[in-house]
């Protein structure tokens, strides 16, 4: 039988199972690892999609004895076979803190995965700020949603993103990231009954990445706020790859190896001046490079 992990934890892993006979997405298997897994240093990860041998149907138990391909596999969240990355930010209440978000979708281009930006409480934010929030991570080529979790305002246009795919869902905490997802799949407690009950654990334990089944073929992966991100392996040469905003400017550089920071004749500090480039995405920028630079002085 073939399932998707959705969780593990303490040695055990609950696979969703979606099949001709099985369309409930709350169909958990409680399993084991075989042993062969250990002996090749192989861990499962939440994701992975996997077969498995029940050994009791009535209980829902049964052993992992293959892990299929992966796609790929991030280390935050560990997690395999994502997708698209649902990243959740407030757009007040918190403020929205833009250069953690910038290190975020670097570490999710880094893996090729395309991210969706949420904004959530539409309701609390002035028209101005939306606009001017819209008009920095649309030139730089990602989607934006701006949704309200206390009214419902575009959380069905979100959930079309969702559809057929495996999502990792991400933010800071305080913005709302809970509720948008108990609105997308109200069935869904954000602790999944299933699985608590199994492990006889209450709800205010430690936090463990878990794939939310919304149906037969959508998941979600809810995953702990993060306050704080390291850059992994970026060059001060790399970074500016990763602004595809700069794209449409930088071959206009006087130097070919030009990093758009104090280079006369910078296409892209232009473009900043002019406002074509935001200048907010472009001051991040400048202290990610001084950072990457930092960084590699030190190895």
Same mark, same amino acid.
């Given at each position: 039988?073939?399932?998707?992990?959705?969780?593990? %934890? &303490?040695?055990?892993?609950?696979?969703?199972?979606?099949?001709?006979?099985?369309?409930?997405?709350?169909?958990?298997?409680?399993?084991? +690892?075989?042993?062969?897994?250990?002996?090749?240093?192989?861990?499962?990860?939440?994701?992975?999609?996997?077969?498995?041998?029940?050994?009791?149907?009535?209980?829902?138990?049964?052993?992992?004895?293959?892990?299929?391909?992966?796609?790929?596999?991030?280390?935050?969240?560990?997690?395999?076979?994502?997708?698209?990355?649902?990243? %959740? @930010? &407030?757009?007040?209440?918190?403020?929205?803190?833009?250069?953690? #978000?910038?290190?975020?979708?670097?570490?999710?281009?880094?893996?090729?995965?395309?991210?969706?930006?949420?904004?959530?409480?539409?309701?609390? +934010?002035?028209?101005? $700020?939306?606009?001017? %929030?819209?008009?920095?991570?649309?030139?730089?080529? /990602?989607?934006?949603?701006?949704?309200?979790?206390?009214?419902?305002?575009?959380?069905?246009?979100? !959930?079309? /993103?969702?559809?057929?795919?495996?999502?990792?869902? +991400?933010?800071?905490?305080?913005?709302?990231?809970?509720?948008? %997802?108990?609105?997308?799949?109200?069935?869904?407690?954000?602790?999944?009954?299933?699985?608590?009950?199994?492990?006889?654990?209450?709800?205010?334990?430690?936090?463990?990445?878990?794939?939310? &089944?919304?149906?037969?073929?959508?998941?979600?992966?809810?995953?702990?706020? @993060?306050?704080?991100?390291?850059? @992994?392996?970026?060059?001060?040469?790399?970074?500016?790859?990763?602004?595809?905003?700069?794209?449409? /400017?930088?071959?206009?550089?006087?130097?070919?190896?030009?990093?758009?920071?104090?280079?006369?004749?910078?296409?892209?500090?232009?473009?900043?001046?002019?406002?074509?480039? !935001? $200048?907010? $995405?472009?001051?991040?920028?400048?202290?990610? #490079?001084?950072?990457?630079?930092?960084?590699?002085?030190? $190895?």
């Amino acid at each position: 039988m073939h399932g998707k992990i959705v969780k593990g %934890i &303490a040695g055990f892993y609950y696979v969703h199972v979606s099949d001709d006979t099985h369309k409930d997405a709350q169909n958990i298997y409680e399993c084991k +690892a075989k042993g062969v897994f250990r002996k090749n240093h192989e861990k499962p990860l939440v994701g992975d999609d996997c077969e498995m041998d029940v050994i009791d149907e009535d209980s829902k138990t049964g052993n992992i004895v293959r892990i299929l391909d992966r796609k790929n596999s991030i280390i935050r969240p560990n997690v395999a076979n994502v997708d698209q990355a649902l990243v %959740i @930010f &407030a757009s007040v209440k918190p403020e929205p803190n833009y250069n953690l #978000l910038d290190r975020f979708l670097i570490l999710m281009q880094q893996n090729d995965i395309p991210c969706l930006l949420v904004f959530n409480k539409k309701d609390l +934010a002035e028209d101005e $700020r939306l606009k001017d %929030i819209k008009n920095i991570y649309e030139k730089a080529g /990602y989607p934006i949603i701006f949704t309200s979790a206390v009214n419902g305002t575009n959380i069905s246009e979100l !959930s079309g /993103y969702l559809k057929g795919k495996t999502t990792t869902v +991400a933010g800071p905490s305080g913005v709302g990231k809970s509720s948008i %997802i108990n609105l997308l799949q109200p069935k869904v407690v954000m602790e999944t009954g299933v699985i608590s009950d199994r492990i006889e654990r209450g709800r205010h334990t430690t936090r463990h990445s878990e794939l939310i &089944a919304l149906d037969e073929d959508s998941y979600i992966l809810d995953t702990p706020g @993060f306050s704080s991100l390291s850059l @992994f392996d970026v060059t001060k040469d790399d970074l500016k790859d990763h602004y595809h905003e700069f794209d449409e /400017y930088a071959g206009a550089c006087r130097f070919d190896d030009c990093i758009h920071r104090n280079e006369p004749g910078c296409a892209v500090k232009e473009a900043v001046d002019k406002g074509l480039i !935001s $200048r907010v $995405r472009y001051e991040n920028y400048l202290q990610l #490079l001084g950072e990457c630079e930092d960084k590699n002085s030190r $190895r």
